[in-house]
């Protein structure tokens, strides 16, 4: 047998979270699913509990639901969240909006308290790899306040370092938003200096945990962070989007005022009071009526991280990663092909890109023999391994597959030409 092959059913023997797996739809086909990373498989426990919340809790108790349990739920939730994968204690969690909307409310909040301190804090820093949607709600917010954004130039293949952040803070800077973990190039930004290097200047700093929250472990707490946000519908299977989650550390809760005031942010939301008096405490970044029915399958992987802890599942992601970089070093990289994330394990997350000019074509063909990775410009193949429903023998068909294409595609492209 191949040996690669064998490492891989080795492993998968060997993998003490190897049973979670079975605990998620469509495990057990054939299909080999590299993009959980963008959208997590459902849990097949969330059906039977989206069912009995429509029977029993919407279907049962219709609008007496919103007495003390849905009201609830998102700071539940929250604090789940806190607990089993960002480290942060109680209070300063919870389920509200996109990750879109909660930055944007977030970063909003953060710079007018640090213009009402300091007129001359007028500067959001951002690096230019930073996820579109982070980078046009920040550009939004400069043209809304009359900021400034200033930009650090990354290496696609990296992301922010230390010196860059260092040389671009300063006296000026109000808000510094980054991204953990690289949607790109899966490098783990150091979240812990980089927060350090930017309150020694004075500035908040926001991070947007996307792509770490369920892959990587935060220590929200320890390394001292303001703000963050992070998606529910990646490696925690809260299902297609489902509400994103925001940090905020609590001496700030009575610091910070977010632009959405509405009446779910307010101490008391059945006062129906002459104005907006926001609660303090996390509640206040809360603004409308919550997306209960959207919250509800996220609860199964949360249990199951919670249960394995974020140790272990980081040990699987990193074997995971390691070994889909091993397959493509061996199969692919006679073909043309390199790596386009970090190669030592501490500095990459859950994901791998794979560079090559035939990459999108590459995935065309690789999807429609249900093999799903996904494409990011330029030319990069991404393979997303989600801990908890990913195989090693999936990873080995993946990649097996992936060297077919890519050769089926060179060889057409060689007679071509
Ligand atoms: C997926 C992702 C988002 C998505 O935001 P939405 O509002 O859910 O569309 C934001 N930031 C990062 C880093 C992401 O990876």
């Given at each position: ?100 909307v ?43 306040t ?10 696609l ?35 812990q ?9 004075g ?69 129906m ?24 399958a ?61 990459m ?27 801990p ?18 890519l ?11």
């Open positions: 047998m191949d040996p690669l092959l064998a490492y891989a059913r080795r492993m998968d023997r060997a993998d003490g979270l190897a049973h979670y797996r079975k605990r998620f739809v469509g495990a057990d086909s054939e299909l080999v699913y590299f993009d959980g990373n963008s959208l997590g498989r459902p849990p097949a426990a969330a059906i039977e509990r989206v069912e009995r919340f429509m029977r029993e809790e919407w279907g049962g108790r219709l609008i007496r639901g919103w007495d003390e349990a849905w009201l609830q739920l998102p700071y539940e939730i929250g604090d789940q969240i806190g607990r089993a994968v960002i480290a942060a204690k109680a209070g300063q969690t919870v389920i509200g909006d996109s990750t879109t909660l930055l944007y409310k977030l970063a909003r909040a953060a710079i007018d308290g640090q213009l009402a301190r300091d007129p001359q804090r007028r500067e959001i820093v951002v690096d230019r790899d930073n996820i579109p949607t982070d980078r046009y709600v920040l550009e939004g917010i400069a043209h809304e009359g900021c400034h954004l200033r930009w650090i130039d990354v290496d293949t990296r992301g922010v370092s230390s010196e860059q952040l260092a040389e671009a803070v300063g006296p000026q800077t109000a808000l510094v938003v980054l991204n953990h973990v690289s949607y790109r190039s899966a490098f783990i930004a150091d979240a200096e980089l927060t350090r290097i930017a309150h020694d200047a500035a908040l700093v926001l991070w947007d945990l996307c792509h770490s929250a369920g892959s990587v472990p935060v220590h929200a707490d320890r390394w001292e962070f303001d703000l963050a946000v992070g998606c529910t519908y990646k490696y925690l299977n809260g299902g297609p989007g489902s509400p994103a989650f925001a940090y905020v550390r609590d001496d700030l809760h009575t610091v910070l005022r977010q632009p959405i005031q509405g009446w779910f942010g307010t101490a008391d939301l059945f006062a009071g002459p104005e907006y008096v926001p609660a303090r405490s996390i509640r206040r970044f809360v603004s409308g009526t919550s997306p209960i029915s959207a919250m509800i996220m609860r199964e992987t949360l249990a199951m991280i919670e249960e394995a802890g974020m140790a272990a599942v980081r040990a699987k992601s990193v074997a995971l990663t390691s070994y889909a970089i091993d397959l493509a070093d061996a199969w692919l990289g006679p073909l043309g092909v390199t790596l386009g994330s970090p190669r030592d394990p501490e500095e990459r997350g859950g994901h791998v890109i794979l560079q090559h000019p035939a999108r074509e590459v995935t065309a063909r690789l999807w429609q023999r249900d093999v799903i990775p996904d494409y990011r410009d330029v030319g990069g193949l991404r393979i997303g391994l989600a908890l429903s990913t195989s090693f023998e999936e990873v080995h068909r993946g990649l097996d597959a992936t060297r077919v294409v050769r089926e595609v060179l060889a057409e492209r060689a007679g071509l030409a």
